[in-house]
């Protein structure tokens, strides 16, 4: 294996690689072999899932060659990995495709300099590498029965270096010794493995104390984000890198680094500062590595948690503004063939409401990026208007950054970014923003998602409940219903009240099983059947009875709980049964409470032939009736029964004769909702 991985690096004329494995039933990428980068470097890439975004996840998955030909590339299709590694490079993945699977998945790194599009012999080594390196894990696979996934993978070592003869050595070292300055030499794990006498001398350190040893460790005035970010951008571009660093406490250096496959040749010279600045030097990649991170987890973490369209915008402009010293931002999306402003700060309200529903006219920037994903920097307004001639400025903004936002591989809408001054946007800065767009647009399709789902659970629930209760004579009602807290799927829960005649009534409350669609699909049908039986005179054991055949016939994989009660308004008498229900309560009207003890039954759906008993109790003007599902009184740690008897006291507590304010009582003092919450108070009137 590892003679075929570094045949495949070597013959691409790649720098490096990743070697994945994937376990026959696993959902993941092992990677188990590097090739021409430090192990760190790849370690937030160790495990893939396959529908990870990553290129070699793809690859896997799609069974073909994903190719990113630089860095604004990769920070369209790929933000994280981008903002992970904002440097440029080229890359390749590819499925491992054996006789009879795919087996895993390679990663090859190009330089920087990479032409733009993978050559057809490129190509065509890759293939052939592939192909030998999924024999090879094939016949691991059958030879040991499993594929290796160790935490650490294996390194292949960097080719060996030419030895120069006893004479080419010694003038070498007269050579090195000559040059002015100091010179010193890094593998490709950081760590310096020569340093001159004129180096040690510069850096204020001696010899033995610097070999071996990571710069950034050794002489702590070198533990700054920008000497760290410009050894990785060395080693991953493949290009000369510069910056200079103040050693305390007042002397300049400047460093210069250039990398081959065995590490990194470093020339050391005084310096002064601002020579060449990190944040103004060419090769320099736009915001310190450190910095990139930084947002990127504090922005990454931020859109996990939110939730719909609305809090992604509001994240992201309480990140992105301030981070990138920005004071206006736009987020725009297509709908319905129209733009549609979905969100913005540091911008009047009056001047978007022109644009937002407007048609999708190229001459705006906003919809041409977003029709075209190719972002568009502008550090004036005459650059603007060159672009796009009929656009006014009547924003007062002097630059402008305009990103598309991608989500599986497709625009979705744009991200302007405007500053109030001039502001310049080098090659690492452009890449950075692109990419944090690209994070922004995958929360945003995730929230569109979640909105819309929303909506519909809404409106089916909506369609499922009853919008208005019967009014019956002689009985005041009040109803609530509270969906849980968190997530868009439909509740299960459910209450219904029934006039059977003149002087009786029905009442019914449930629990399904679930929050999904087949769960409000469930709950319709048993409100229904109980609606049904009710109509047709069956008592309350009957009625549980009859509607628990009819769940275990529809054999839907789910359970109801079911509270049914019958009223007889003119002897103020009343009937129930319970299906795995709670308790109903009774505030007597004395102010006395009761716990209305019935044997509860089978939930409906276990059972076919399952019977019901039933409870009569009285039930006279004055009194209060409250049916309530389990929402509202179980809490993690704390025992049923006292919440049961918690919910009796606020109960006792209220005034019978206003039951909206009894009920919203009940509701406000219901545990934080990780369930739906139903519930139905019920008072007979004189």
Known sequence: MDSAMAAVVRESGAFGGLLYVLPPGDDALWQVLVAGVPQEMTAPWRR??????????????????????????????????????PYDFALAAAPLVSDTAVRGGLVLLWPGDHPERLGAAERAVIEEGCRRLGGIVEAMLDRDGRLPTAERPRTLPPPRPRTPSPFEAAALSAFVDRLPGGSCALDLNGRITFVTA??????????????????????????????????????????RQAFTVLRPPDTWLSFELYPDASGL???????????????????????????????????????????????????????LLPALGAQGMVVMAPEDGR?????????????????????LDPAVPGVDVMSTGVPGFWTTFEELRAAYPAIP??????????????????????????????????????????????LVGQALDRARLYDAKHHLSHRLQSALLPHTLPRIPRLSVAARYLPAASGVSVGGDFYDLIRLDEHTAAAAIGDVQGHNVDAAALMGQVRTAV???????????????????LVNDLDPGLFTSCAYVHLDLATHRACVALAGHPPPLVRHADGRMEVLRVPPGLLLGIEPDARYASLEFRLPPGSVLALYTDGLVEASGVDLDDAIAALAGLLEAGDPADLDGMADTLIRHAPAPGDDIALLLISPLA
């Open 393 to 438: 400025h009547e924003d007062g903004m002097a630059a402008w950054a305009v990103l598309p936002l991608i989500a599986s591989g497709r625009p979705i809408g744009s991200l302007l970014l405007a500053y109030a001054r001039p502001h310049v946007f080098p090659p690492g800065e452009r890449a950075a923003l692109t990419s944090l767009a690209g």
């Open 339 to 359: 733009l549609r402003i979905v969100g913005h700060r540091g911008y009047q309200a009056d001047l978007l409401d022109r644009y937002d529903a407007s048609p």
């Open 48 to 85: 893939v899932g396959l529908t990870d975004p990553m290129p070699v996840a793809d690859a896997v998955r799609e069974r073909r060659l994903v190719w990113r030909g630089g860095r604004e590339d990769m920070a369209r299709r790929y933000p994280r990995v981008a903002l992970v590694l």
């Open 198 to 239: 004129g180096a040690a001398a510069l850096l204020g350190a001696g010899r033995t104390d610097l070999l071996g040893a990571l710069p950034w460790e050794a002489l702590p005035w070198m533990d700054v984000p920008h000497v760290e970010d410009r050894y990785r951008a060395a080693l991953v571009s493949r290009r």
């Open 531 to 549: 609606h049904a039986h009710a109509t047709a005179g069956a008592p309350p054991d009957d009625v549980l009875a009859r509607t628990n055949r």
């Open 265 to 319: 040749s470093v020339r050391i010279t005084p310096g002064a500062r601002g020579e060449e600045d990190p944040s103004r030097s060419a090769p320099a990649s736009g915001p310190s590595r450190a910095t990139v991170l930084y947002h990127l987890m504090h922005l990454a973490s931020t859109l996990t948690e939110a939730v719909g369209v609305q809090d992604v915008v509001e994240q992201t402009a309480d990140q």
